[in-house]
């Protein structure tokens, strides 16, 4: 069975960093996409970074050079580092596994229960 558990949200201020972090266990882990989305209040949910089994780790043009996203294979847990937030950023963050290299949210088939981020001005 396929299982994600994030953590790490929390109500930041502009300009402040926060972690998540993505426990995957073993099913999840062997994905080759494992990625983070988020869903503003009031909107879709988007694409924000994933990291491939390869290395490459494309990301939205959004949080390009403020978010790095990265994994550690002894803990099985993905990262998704946040710097320089801002009140665009708020948002309930998800991590995901897909079976194929990916960025489509819908070849995502196994979720994470979310966690919230709130970048307050």
């Known amino acids: 069975q396929v299982q994600l558990a994030e953590s790490g949200g929390g109500l930041v201020q502009i300009g402040d960093s926060l972690r998540l972090s993505c426990a995957a266990n073993?099913?999840?882990?062997?994905?080759?996409?494992i990625a983070w989305f988020r869903q503003p209040p009031g909107k879709e949910r988007e694409f924000v970074a994933v990291?491939?089994?390869?290395?490459?780790?494309p990301y939205a043009d959004s949080v390009k050079g403020r978010f790095t996203i990265s994994r550690d294979n002894a803990k099985n847990t993905v990262y998704l580092q946040m710097n320089s937030l801002k009140p665009e950023d708020t948002a309930v963050y998800y991590c995901?596994?897909?079976?194929?290299?990916?960025?489509?949210?819908?070849?995502?088939?196994?979720w994470g229960q979310g966690t919230q981020v709130t970048v307050s001005s």
């Open positions: 073993g099913g999840a882990f062997s994905r080759p996409s």
């Open positions: 995901a596994a897909s079976r194929t290299i990916t960025m489509e949210i819908n070849d995502y088939d196994y």
């Open positions: 990291i491939w089994s390869g290395g490459r780790t």
